[in-house]
């Protein structure tokens, strides 16, 4: 008998999961395909691919927000790149005093309220005239995934085995190559994670751009909030899936090209 | 076909192994120095052994000659050329780690060939290399795995393939076998050393294992809190220790307080009381002694039990506490008062049996009672 009302009872928290997790979804795939729906009504009282063509007729700007998004968010990769990976070695490796302190300070956008932040943000950029410029929503963006990009890139140099870097050397080959061949090859699938999570940061970010970036530059989110500000519920649902496609894309790539790397580090 | 590998290899690296000299090598981290004062010639094609119990200073020695840790004072000699300043990729002294430190994310190919690629080599001429010691070392066809798919030993091949495959002018080698299991290590002991012979390189080894020292190494160099307490042959270590340190190091585990006196002869005082006398020309005394309290230390195997009395020799008479079977002898622990000796004897003596361990005064060393200060 305890065993049937421990099956159940695990039968209820996953069907409840299940709902949590499939429900919201679920409900955005029918309003994607929804041409009628209203309120007693179960279900939608008719489907169809209007809406579809409503989000990429020319006139539609969901085809432009979407190149943006998927634009700045590669370029806010590069970015976030550029800064972690020095930023990473010198926290993951040197002796830097205060490691921990500097640590710290790349969470320092995330601790304060964003609105708050990206109000005073826009404000500076609006001075030095990046307001409404993509290098003004990619620093904003690069700045909201900072946090993520550092630690990690610092905690994968820190993996770094010293004395492989060491074995390099004693080979012949001078800093730079040893960091070249050897360090940032053994560092990359971390890099790797912290470049998915900065790409998925990016494409989801909306109060930075709303705050710099609009109304010159509209991003996916963007779009989406004005559609549900709207009522729009098609639009925005379709806008929705549309933003899974980039993020779905991003993940297989780097899935694919860390494979061998991570398995030889496993097996290290 | 290996043969013909081999002949090459020869031809190719006559007069591959430089000299090194060490003047006055002061090295340290923080404040304190774990080396003070070394100075060490070792001649071309030569095999050195650093050996000494772990923090005694060699491996911070070796890692000092291949360039990781800075030389405070001194000089580090390579064919007469002042290394001490250089960066570590610029010595050309090939280093084999104790974690092997192959590049998980490159072949075994790779891992070899990476020397010669940054010397900026034809792919086709770094390809028929690789191979090449690839064979020497015995790796075969493994060439082409990822070093993950490679057991211990073949790691510690690689390890090896690609210090070798430089052209090194010496090659440092810090504990290779520590991570084997025993009958591996027995043959790369061997191959190793045939393969130092074989290419004329200047060797120097790190090891705690001073069976690993004797066995391979031309000259073993003890070290004791980062002084050379002796340098000499494996014979001379082993048999004619220079202080007490550098005796219990080599093995010999038995030490019995004794009083000098007089120049003749050496007056043992026993816990029972008695007394016995032992000629001093034939004791092996490397330091001067000064009459007053030293001690006598000596191998378990040089103690024969219940054996008829030589002339001259000490006469202990004593009882069976325990023993252990080694294998091809049988190791007594023998109480006499409250002192204790290990004797080694091919029949097994039964537990509690009084027994007369006699040892000849050839077998003998003689040290102060507390080691000299450095």
């Known amino acids: 008998m305890p065993g049937i009302i421990r099956s159940i009872m695990i039968g209820l928290v996953l069907a409840l999961l299940a709902l949590a997790i499939f429900g919201p979804i679920s409900n955005m795939i029918l309003w994607a395909f929804t041409e009628q729906w209203y309120f007693p009504a179960k279900l939608p009282q008719s489907y169809g691919f209007s809406f579809w063509e409503r989000v990429f007729r020319p006139q539609g700007n969901a085809m432009v927000s979407l190149l943006n998004s998927v634009v700045i968010a590669g370029m806010t990769v590069l970015v976030s790149l550029a800064f972690a990976i020095p930023a990473g070695l010198a926290l993951g490796r040197g002796r830097l005093p205060y490691r921990v302190v500097f640590l710290l300070l790349f969470l320092l956008p995330q601790a304060f309220p964003s609105l708050a932040v990206h109000m005073n943000i826009a404000r500076i950029f609006y001075t030095i005239g990046l307001n409404g410029t993509f290098l003004g929503v990619v620093l904003v963006h690069a700045l909201q995934g900072m946090v993520f990009s550092v630690w990690i890139a610092a905690a994968a140099f820190g993996a770094v085995d010293r004395e492989l870097e060491e074995a390099a050397a004693n080979m012949g080959a001078g800093p730079l190559r040893v960091f070249f061949t050897v360090t940032l090859p053994l560092a990359l699938p971390g890099l790797m994670a912290s470049a998915i999570f900065v790409f998925l940061i990016s494409l989801d970010e909306f109060t930075g751009t709303y705050f710099v970036g609009v109304p010159d530059i509209t991003t996916m989110p963007l779009l989406l909030f004005t559609a549900s500000m709207e009522g729009n519920y098609q639009i925005a649902s379709i806008t929705a899936l549309l933003l899974l496609v980039p993020s779905v894309l991003f993940m297989l790539v780097i899935e694919r090209f860390l494979k061998s790397d991570v398995l030889a580090k496993v097996g290290h | ?374």
């Open chain 2, 1 to 374: 076909m290996i043969q013909q590998a081999i002949h090459a290899q020869r031809q190719a690296s006559a007069g591959l192994g430089a000299a090194i000299s060490l003047k006055d090598l002061h090295l340290g981290y923080d404040r304190t120095d774990v080396i003070s004062g070394l100075s060490l010639d070792v001649q071309a094609g030569e095999f050195i052994a650093l050996l000494g119990a772990s923090g005694c200073g060699k491996t911070t020695l070796l890692r000092a000659l291949a360039g990781f840790v800075p030389v405070r004072q001194g000089q580090i000699l390579l064919d007469g050329t002042d290394l001490s300043q250089t960066p570590p990729e610029a010595r050309g002294m090939a280093m084999m780690f104790q974690s092997y430190a192959l590049w998980p994310h490159m072949t075994v190919a790779q891992n070899i060939g990476y020397g010669l690629k940054l010397r900026g080599q034809p792919k086709a001429q770094i390809a028929a290399r690789v191979a090449e010691i690839a064979g020497l070392v015995g790796l075969g066809d493994l060439t082409g795995r990822r070093i993950a798919a490679l057991s211990g030993g073949q790691k510690q091949r690689v390890a090896l393939a690609r210090s070798l495959a430089v052209d090194p002018p010496v090659l440092l080698l810090d504990e290779p076998l520590s991570n084997l299991d025993a009958g591996t290590r027995a043959t790369m002991r061997h191959e190793i050393r045939a393969l130092q012979q074989r290419l004329g390189l200047t060797t120097i080894l790190v090891t705690h294992d001073r069976e690993e020292a004797m066995s391979m190494a031309d000259r073993v160099v003890i070290l004791n809190r980062g002084r050379i307490a002796q340098i000499g042959t494996p014979e001379q270590v082993y048999h004619r220790p220079a202080d007490s340190y550098v005796a219990r190091f080599m093995g010999a585990t038995n030490s019995l307080p004794a009083e000098l006196s007089g120049k003749e002869g050496i007056t043992l005082t026993l816990p029972d009381g008695t007394r016995a006398q032992l000629p001093r020309a034939q004791l092996h005394i490397p330091e001067p002694v000064a009459p007053g309290p030293a001690k006598l230390i000596f191998r378990s195997d040089a103690v024969k039990l219940g054996a008829e009395q030589e002339d001259g020799g000490l006469i202990l008479r004593g009882k069976v506490a325990q023993h252990a079977y080694l294998g091809s002898v049988y190791r007594h622990e023998i109480r006499i008062g409250a002192l204790r000796l290990m004797a080694d004897a091919a029949r097994k003596m039964p537990i509690g049996a009084d027994v007369d361990a006699c040892i000849p005064a050839t077998a003998l060393s003689l040290f102060p009672a507390s080691p000299r200060q450095p």
